[in-house]
């Protein structure tokens, strides 16, 4: 195989979801749970489309990847996009061998080291210090290779003080900070890393792309999954884009983004309730969002400097419903959330009991441009229905407090109103 590290041929992992009694689950749920809630609720869905709340078979099968077949080569560092449940942890995991496929089948060529979801490859009673020395054991290397790197994973990881006691006490934080700090500096052929990077403060997320920079130009291999768009463009020279746990493209990690955006930009053009890529509960579904300036003679295109008013029209009424959403930049970086769980004075009525969640933005302060919206609704806390790319909003040059902002003049996504004086 020359040159190429990992061979990935046809690929399919098969889970067997068994299903819980009704009224069995909390309000609080991991964001795994909520993602297999979400494939539950779409396949009852599939399977009897008008009464999916009485239908509870026990077994259901469901493909979290399907005939996955890609090549990486030596040197290559290797982003994997794509949306929420769409296989790449999955993906990841099996690469790692911490799952076995289903179907097909992969060779790899070299030493893996992977940081996957918080809460693998450390053992939680074992100190820093002792999962330090118990990774580097599994990885292949000898103590004295170990002892030779300890003190640049300390150093590099800042735990130093806390490298004597047990993980489980760590901060998620620390924890990863810990884990990226083994994982990187154990000199590993292949580098697999799972999005873990969102737990830690942004200085140190630095830190860890400019360590998986160094490895790269060292010409070793490096896997990442990741949302930050922007960082899998600036980091990989290759993108896989997996959608419903098949390859949709495999390109450039430029074009792989573009494609992936185009992909949630022709969603968002469809009839929300006829779309199937979502997850959530179901007993409430987002039906329509309506954006627009508000006022007298409301127009659908949104200005800077303007107000904005945002309308989530859903399918019934259902007690402590809540509705959160994120603005994403043309880039996938997210730009503003809100949630209207989180009461203000301002707000006119808390939104229990109603077919319509309205927020309304006095001044909005986006630079002119595109924006992409993904919409979570709740009830009593409970995921009810997420959409990513619920909606594109357009917003047009203007004027923010009398100061002009034309197209394509500013840096950044967001305009600060400000004053200035020159004085002497
Ligand atoms: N242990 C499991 N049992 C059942 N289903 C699972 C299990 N692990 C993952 N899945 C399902 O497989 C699908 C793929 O999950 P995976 O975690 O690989 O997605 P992902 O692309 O990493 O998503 P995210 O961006 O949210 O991290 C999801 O629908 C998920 O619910
Ligand atoms: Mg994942």
Request: glycine letters at 10%; hydrophobic letters at 40%; one cysteine or more.
């Amino acid at each position: 195989m020359s040159d190429t590290v990992i061979r990935v041929e046809n690929l399919s992992k098969k889970y067997v979801l068994s299903h819980q009694q009704k009224g069995g689950s909390s309000s609080y749920n991991s964001l795994r749970d909520t993602i297999t809630e979400g494939a539950k609720s779409l396949s009852q869905k599939l399977l009897k489309p008008s009464d999916h709340k009485t239908f509870y078979p026990n077994r259901e099968e469901f493909w979290a990847l399907r005939d996955v077949s890609f090549e990486i080569k030596q040197g290559d560092t290797a982003g994997f996009i794509g949306r929420n449940g769409a296989g790449k942890s999955t993906l990841l995991k099996i690469l790692s061998r911490i799952v076995e496929p289903t179907q097909g089948k992969i060779s790899i060529k070299g030493r893996v080291a992977s940081l996957l979801e918080v809460g693998t490859g450390f053992h939680p009673e074992l100190t820093g210090r002792e999962n330090i020395f118990l990774n580097g054991a599994i990885l292949g290397m000898s103590r004295a290779e170990i002892k030779r790197k300890f003190d640049e994973i300390a150093a590099f990881s800042e735990v130093e003080k806390f490298l004597d006691t047990p993980v489980k006490r760590y901060s998620s934080g620390m924890y990863v900070r810990l884990a990226f700090g083994v994982a990187a500096h154990l000199d590993p052929d292949i580098l697999i890393v799972d999005e873990v990077l969102a737990v830690g403060d942004a200085q140190f997320q630095k830190k860890c792309l400019g360590k998986m920079e160094d490895i790269g130009k060292q010409g070793r291999t490096i896997l990442f999954v990741s949302h930050n768009l922007a960082v899998v463009q600036s980091l990989c020279n290759r993108g896989i884009f997996l959608k419903q746990g098949s390859v949709f493209a495999d390109v450039s990690a430029s074009e792989a983004v573009s494609i992936y955006l185009q992909t949630l930009e022709q969603s968002a053009s469809k009839n929300l309730l006829e779309r199937t890529d979502r997850r959530g509960k179901g007993q409430v579904r987002l039906a329509q969002v309506q954006v627009s300036t508000g006022g007298e003679n409301p127009s659908t295109t949104l200005a800077i400097g303007r107000p904005a008013s945002f309308i989530f029209h859903v399918t019934s009424i259902i007690p402590g419903m809540s509705c959160t959403f994120t603005l994403y930049d043309q880039h996938g970086q997210p730009v503003a959330s809100f949630n209207s769980a989180t009461h203000s004075q301002e707000d006119l009525n808390v939104p229990e009991l109603g077919m319509k969640l309205i927020c309304e933005i006095g001044e909005l302060l986006l630079v002119p441009g595109r924006y992409r919206m993904n919409v979570a609704i709740f009830s009593n806390g409970e995921l009810q229905d997420h959409v990513e790319a619920a909606a594109i909003l357009e917003v047009e040059q203007g004027q923010l407090r009398g100061r002009p902002i034309a197209s394509g003049t500013e840096y950044g996504s967001v305009c600060i109103p400000h004053r200035w004086s020159l004085v002497g």
